[in-house]
Structures are given as structure tokens and as C-alpha cells.
Nanobody, 124 residues
């Protein structure tokens, strides 16, 4: 069982920045591809970004490309989501997820473990 602990959510004005963190348990963190998803009120959970186990490969949703950066520190068992130039449409609950494979995935069924979610609210 893998536990994921998220932090860093909050309220920020449009144009601002926020960094989310997700710490994972276990000794095999580098073998897990990681992802970030988000869910706005009344909408389905959507893919945001993913990173391979080594950190060498990343992919982003078109809506966040150029503004968000996913990264990981395997020595700290932590994945990050740096969010810049935030917009009100970015308002959502953000979830980190772990996949028990090193290769990336782009949808919810590809992930085995999920964090509790953290609220990000962007005001205009």
C-alpha cells in the first residue's frame, strides 16, 4: 500500500503562483510514474500532468502547458506541481496519483493510488 500526502493548496489571485507537493511512502518511489489530476465543481476529474519514474519524461494537458511544471525528487519521495500564471479556470481540487509502473499514463484507470486532494482557488 502506498500513502500519498498532499500539501500546498490555497487561495491565490489570478496571475499568481503556487507549488503543490505530494509525499509518498515506501522505498520504491522511483519505480512509480506519478501524475496530477484536478476536478472542478460539477466537472469530471481531468488529467493535468505526469512524470516518469526517473523524471526523464513529462507530459502536460494542453490547458496547462507552458504554465505548470511537474517535477520529482526521488531522494525525498516527493512529486511537485509548480503552477504559474494561474487563471480562475484553474480553480479545482488537485489530486496526486501513483502508478506502479515507471512509464507514464494519462487517465485515472492507469493509476493505483491517490492522495486526498487539495483545494486550489484562483480569484479574478
Amino acid at each position: 500500500q502506498v500513502q500519498l500526502v498532499e500539501s500546498g493548496g490555497g487561495l491565490v489571485q489570478a496571475g499568481g503562483s503556487l507549488r503543490l507537493s505530494c509525499a509518498a511512502s515506501g522505498r520504491t518511489f522511483s519505480s512509480y510514474a506519478m501524475g496530477w489530476f484536478r476536478q472542478a465543481p460539477g466537472k469530471e476529474r481531468e488529467f493535468v500532468a505526469t512524470i516518469s519514474g526517473s523524471g526523464g519524461t513529462t507530459y502536460y494537458a494542453d490547458s496547462v502547458k507552458g504554465r505548470f511544471t511537474i517535477s520529482r525528487d526521488n531522494a525525498k519521495n516527493t512529486v511537485y506541481l509548480q503552477m504559474n500564471s494561474l487563471k480562475p479556470v484553474d480553480t479545482a481540487v488537485y489530486y496526486c496519483a501513483a502508478r506502479t509502473r515507471t512509464i507514464v499514463a494519462f487517465s485515472q484507470p492507469g493509476y493505483d493510488y491517490w492522495g486526498q486532494g487539495t483545494q486550489v482557488t484562483v480569484s479574478s
